[in-house]
């Protein structure tokens, strides 16, 4: 059975169980500040199991994508050493939202697993919480006596809280879990020693398969556990691992799913992968897995970078590098190769990748280029480093010259530690673990917030946003609780009924009031400080004041006002974007797609797929485009509740890495030019944006360019600021008929009298040159081999003249080792020159050197070991660093 009629078979199977059958989440967690991405198949179903959202059906199964190398649940480490672990995996899911519970969910997956796919009943084992006292959890009797006449007493495990309770963060859904276990083992290793022997005892062919999560609590801040409002299924089957099982392979890398990749790593390599404990085979499996977790993390709309999810890829993708490069000898960009026949395989069941497949490509190709540059500094840097042990006979690499390396050419420890041992050394592994929880400590100090526990005040089933048209509607608070951030203390309130948009897809929050009322009375107003979406919860954020809490007790119901003048504002520019990316397909070609915006009352800030820098003329054509469009006055067309084919009919452009429901919202500003999915606001005719104006472009990373531009109110305020300019330069020019040809005949002459005032500063430093010479000492080598010494303090006209000062006297001496200082407009400066007999006999440098003499005039600065140059504050110090100069030369 191949790894696609394996997933067909668990839709179909769910399917024909009244089960609606949905799409994968994108990898990247959207909207939920406790994930950075979608590690578990529920993490998309989250606020259903809270009561905070409607499902689009009580029964749902689906295939997620999930990554796992943060936070948890990080199975990083373990990828490619073992043949079961992945960064990136399927889950294979069915879901219950309050509907059936234990006896359905154990059943329907004991007939999947037996019947459908034939695996054989008595390699399999079925674990059942033991319970927790701690929490108050008991025995899960239920489930171990549905499961006894299926498998019989010996083959259920009775698993404690690690094994058996699945929590998916620190906080929310969570419950006993009933996992099921496969025996993949020779029968003659069977026989030798049971297989309930070696349940979660990691043995490598006696694994967990299915886990069966039957979600009944809500884990809170204080870590106690409240029952949720409804008992639900929430189950997670490895695809890759039943592949294994199904196909009766050793190693989920033994299967088709991984086959095809290590296949084309064979070829580039130009080696056998042998699926042996040799780091040539554990290189490829790290690169069979990682590709993946790269390749979709793309597609979903991430990319690499220094920050947060961006750096986890990163950080995977040079995983990757490194082991190919160590190991596989692969010197050159070899993952982008990859990305072909991983698009080819998930086109019709992640399509995302195969229409994106040239630019996924070149992100990862530029992100491998830059990388192996980096990674030859970095073993320069190595050489360097073991060098100077080898000088001093220690023969480890210490735990702060570890992490630099990482921190600095992104140089993993492991390659550090194996090419110690290569030269015969260690490195401090303690010392760097300790310099790597300094840095995780300062980076959790500088993002630290806490969120308490929810304070309930009212029931509500969703939360229904007016805003598309009401600025103002009357609502009851639900609930509220308060956070602790960088800006102190806050509240987050949630509402039944909101006008404020709360930041999603680019265009951040509304602000206003929240005015409260007690009966007919005003007790209080609250000032809306930004609007967050949370999950499916709309989160108004307001500050915090004296009697909060009685407050929004005592409220009865609350008058919502959103700051429409700001709205209107936000609007304009979040129209302007749409009209803006039609523009940019229309000039640059159908290959432009939106990769993130900024959509704010001051600016917008639009991100785009594209290989090189925008022109000028392009982006006049484009600007020309836009405000053409404006002034059409195009009539907003806008459709609600959309079925998603239908939206799709209509050629409406989605965005990558998004998820969409069944039904959506259509944007269109004219069926020929611009329709969009968008849950945003926008103006009711183009003619309402007024003018756009660009006022940047860029390149953010790899493969994609950033427009910023201004509308409305700041389109204007920007043409009268340039305006203005011009003006000012008319009247500083005496009012030239042609300002440019004026300003250029300017540089043209400032330009000229430059090279005039070059020319005499040459001869002057030359003269200088020829002074100089004169007073050069004859030094007897009394403490070294003979050599020549300068010591002067000399007027010059700029740092570059006194290094070049510096080098044309060391080419008309030899051995000559000088100390100059200046005045340079009101600043010291420093330059030392030394001769390679100096630096190999006294073991100078002229780094070291300057160093010591910048301390004199408060400065500081470096370079080479034969020459280094310093600038400093206090020119006093100057006489001084030349007078310890001149001893040190003695």
């Not at 991405?37 to 009561?51: E, R, T, V």
């Not at 999950?535 to 004296?546: F, G, K, R, S, W």
Request: proline share 4%; aromatic share 8%.
């Amino acid at each position: 059975m191949t790894s696609h009629e394996i997933r067909r078979h668990f839709l179909d199977f769910f399917h024909s169980k009244q089960h609606l059958i949905v799409q994968s989440a994108p990898l990247v967690a959207k909207n939920d500040p406790t994930l950075m991405f979608n590690n578990s198949g529920m993490a998309q179903f989250k606020d259903f199991f809270l009561g905070n959202g409607t499902p689009p059906a009580r029964r749902v199964a689906d295939t997620q994508k999930c990554l796992r190398v943060s936070g948890k649940h990080n199975d990083l480490e373990d990828v490619g050493f073992d043949t079961y672990h992945h960064t990136m995996f399927e889950m294979l899911g069915n879901w219950s939202f309050g509907d059936y519970f234990k006896k359905e969910a154990i059943t329907w997956a004991w007939e999947l697993l037996t019947d459908v796919y034939q695996l054989p009943k008595d390699r399999l084992y079925v674990s059942v919480f033991q319970g927790d006292e701690k929490d108050g959890v008991p025995f899960d009797q239920e489930a171990f006596d549905l499961w006894k006449p299926i498998v019989g007493e010996d083959r259920i495990i009775y698993g404690n809280k690690k094994d058996n309770f699945w929590e998916m963060g620190d906080t929310g859904p969570c419950g006993p879990c009933s996992e099921i276990h496969v025996d993949l083992r020779s029968p003659e290793e069977v026989a030798s020693t049971p297989g309930k022997n070696l349940v979660n005892a990691d043995h490598p062919q006696v694994v967990e398969i299915w886990n069966l999560v039957f979600m009944q609590f809500n884990r809170k801040a204080d870590s106690s556990l409240e029952p949720l409002p409804a008992r639900h299924v929430d189950t997670g089957m490895g695809f890759e691992r039943l592949c294994m099982a199904i196909q009766q392979k050793k190693s989920n890398y033994d299967t088709d799913v991984f086959s095809g990749t290590i296949k084309v790593i064979e070829e580039l390599a130009g080696r056998k992968y042998e699926a042996g404990t040799g780091m040539s085979d554990v290189a490829m499996r790290v690169i069979a897995d990682h590709i993946r977790a790269v390749s979709f993390a793309i597609s979903d709309g991430l990319v690499p970078s220094n920050a947060k999810a961006g750096y986890v890829i990163r950080r995977i993708l040079r995983r990757a590098i490194r082991y190919g490069y160590s190991y596989l000898n692969l010197a050159e960009p070899f993952m982008s190769k990859l990305v072909p026949t991983l698009a080819d395989q998930f086109a019709d069941v992640f399509p995302e990748l195969n229409a994106q497949r040239d630019f996924v490509t070149t992100v990862i190709r530029e992100e491998e280029i830059s990388f192996l540059r980096t990674l030859g500094s970095g073993l320069g840097r190595l050489d360097q480093i073991i060098s100077d042990l080898d000088g001093k006979g220690t023969k480890e690499i210490p735990g702060e010259t570890v992490f630099e390396l990482n921190d600095t050419f992104g140089f993993p420890a492991d390659l550090t530690a194996l090419i110690a041992r290569e030269k015969g050394l260690t490195i401090d592994e303690a010392g760097f673990q300790k310099a790597l929880k300094e840095q995780k400590t300062r980076s959790r100090k500088d993002a630290t917030s806490s969120a308490g526990d929810w304070i309930d005040l009212a029931e509500t089933d969703r939360v229904e946003f007016v805003g598309y048209d009401q600025p103002e509607a009357y609502a009851h608070i639900v609930k509220y609780r308060r956070i602790q951030n960088k800006q102190g203390t806050q509240v987050q309130v949630v509402l039944d009924k909101t006008p404020f948009y709360a930041e999603s897809g680019g265009q951040i929050g509304d602000t206003g009031v929240l005015r409260l009322f007690a009966g007919s009375d005003e007790i209080g107003m609250l000032t809306v400080l930004d609007t967050k979406k949370e999950n499916d919860l709309t989160i108004h954020i307001v500050e915090e004041v004296t009697g909060l809490d009685d407050l929004l007790t005592e409220a009865d119901s609350v008058y919502a006002v959103i700051n429409n003048a700001r709205r209107g504002l936000i609007s304009s520019n979040h129209s302007a974007t749409h009209l803006l990316h039609s523009a940019l397909r229309e000039v640059l070609g159908k290959h432009v797609a939106q990769k993130g915006s900024y959509v704010g009352p001051d600016a917008l800030r639009f991100d785009f797929s594209h290989f090189s820098k925008v022109t000028d003329e392009q982006l006049a054509e484009v600007e020309r485009i836009v405000n053409e469009k404006i002034r059409e006055n195009i009539k907003l067309d806008e459709k609600r509740n959309v079925p998603i084919g239908q939206a799709k009919e209509l050629g409406a452009t989605a965005l990558f890495g998004e998820k969409y429901g069944d039904f959506v919202r259509v944007i269109t500003f004219d069926p020929t030019y611009s329709v969009e999915l968008c849950g945003g606001t926008h103006v009711p005719a183009t003619g309402h944006i007024g003018l756009f104006k660009f006022t940047g472009e860029g390149s953010v990373s790899t493969g994609i360019r950033r427009i910023e531009g201004k509308t409305s109110a700041g389109a204007e305020a920007l043409v009268n600021e340039q305006m203005a300019v011009v003006s000012e330069l008319k009247d500083l020019l005496k009012a030239p008929k042609d300002v440019v040809k004026a300003v250029q005949a300017l540089l043209d002459e400032r330009s000229s009298l430059q090279k005039q005032v070059d020319a005499l500063q040459n001869e002057k430093v030359q003269q200088l040159k020829n002074q100089l010479l004169d007073k050069i000492e004859s030094m007897n080598g009394t403490a070294g081999p003979s050599h020549s010494r300068l010591v002067e303090r000399v007027d010059v006209p700029s740092a570059d003249a006194l290094k070049q000062l510096a080098y044309d006297l060391k080419a008309k001496v030899d051995n000559l080792a000088l100390v100059l200082g200046a005045d340079i407009n009101g600043k010291p400066q420093l330059a030392v020159m030394l001769p390679d007999s100096l630096i190999q006999s006294r073991n100078l440098n002229a780094g070291q050197v300057i160093k010591e003499l910048a301390k004199n005039i408060k400065g500081g600065g470096g370079g080479q070991p034969f020459f280094a140059t310093a600038g400093g504050t206090d020119l006093s110090g100057l006489d001084a660093a030349l007078a310890q100069g001149k001893e040190l030369l003695s």
